[in-house]
């Protein structure tokens, strides 16, 4: 089955604990996202890679690093969660931009204490 | 660069009754258009897309919207909404040559049927 899947889907941290999200896709899609969503704030753009090694800051990096060493493959590391990490956090992956519409993971909800 | 704008960030509407979700884009250049539901505690999914051709698009379940270039709108309708399509929407917006092949998503609307 086609799909993109993210671990965990939840998570309750504290401040200062290093954390990664892992995102996996079976589509061989050369795009792969990462968002969050809040209330109000709808869908924001945390990073976005085009392919493997190639990677670019979204509307929201700060505080977040990515990394696409294989394309199936897109985790997401928060080094310092600080409270305002609290979301809900989806990937997605495309075969690439534009015409192609994205396919995403069922989200992980994070809080951060 | 693009900007997705969803006029309504609740709609209530009775089962039964038509609606409409309203979306405006802008953007300089050619665009590719998407409307994305999400039903509670899930993931997006797409619901329709406009590429080129038929402004009129239809998608799943009983959803279609217009492509209105001159008014640079996107609007989401749908004759009869069922207790089942209370969900949040999404407008998102690619542009195309010339531009940045990045999709942007609008804040979301939800749609809340009521008996």
């Known amino acids: 089955e086609a799909q993109v899947t993210q671990n965990p889907r939840y998570l309750i941290t504290v401040t200062g604990k290093k954390l990664t999200v892992t995102c996996s896709q079976n589509?061989?899609?050369?795009?792969m996202s990462w968002y969050r969503q809040d209330p109000g704030l709808g869908l924001r753009q945390i990073y976005y890679?085009?392919?493997?090694?190639?990677?670019d800051k979204g509307d929201v990096p700060e505080g977040y690093k990515v990394s696409r060493k294989e394309k199936r493959n897109f985790p997401l590391i928060l080094e310092s969660p600080s409270p305002n990490q609290t979301s809900l956090y989806f990937c997605?992956?495309?075969?690439?931009?534009?015409?192609?519409?994205?396919?995403f993971g069922p989200g992980t909800r994070l809080t951060v204490t | 660069a693009q900007s997705v704008t969803q006029l309504d960030s609740q709609v209530p509407v009775f089962e039964e009754a038509p609606v409409e979700l309203r979306c405006n884009y802008s953007?300089?250049?050619?665009?590719?258009l998407f409307w994305y539901v999400q039903y509670p505690n899930q993931g997006l999914q797409l619901l329709l897309k406009?590429?080129?051709?038929?402004?009129l698009v239809k998608g799943i379940n009983g959803f279609e919207a217009e492509f209105n270039k001159s008014q640079t709108s996107f609007h989401l309708r749908k004759p009869s909404v069922h207790i089942s399509d209370t969900a949040e929407y999404f407008c998102?917006?690619?542009?195309?040559?010339?531009?940045?092949?990045?999709?942007?998503f609008g804040r979301g609307t939800s749609l809340i049927v009521h008996p």
């Open positions: 997605a992956s495309s075969i690439a931009g534009g015409v192609y519409e994205q396919y």
């Open positions: 953007s300089s250049v050619s665009v590719y």
């Open positions: 406009y590429l080129s051709g038929s402004t």
């Open positions: 589509m061989n899609h050369e795009y």
């Open positions: 998102a917006v690619s542009e195309g040559v010339g531009g940045s092949y990045i999709p942007t």
């Open positions: 890679s085009m392919n493997v090694e190639v990677t």
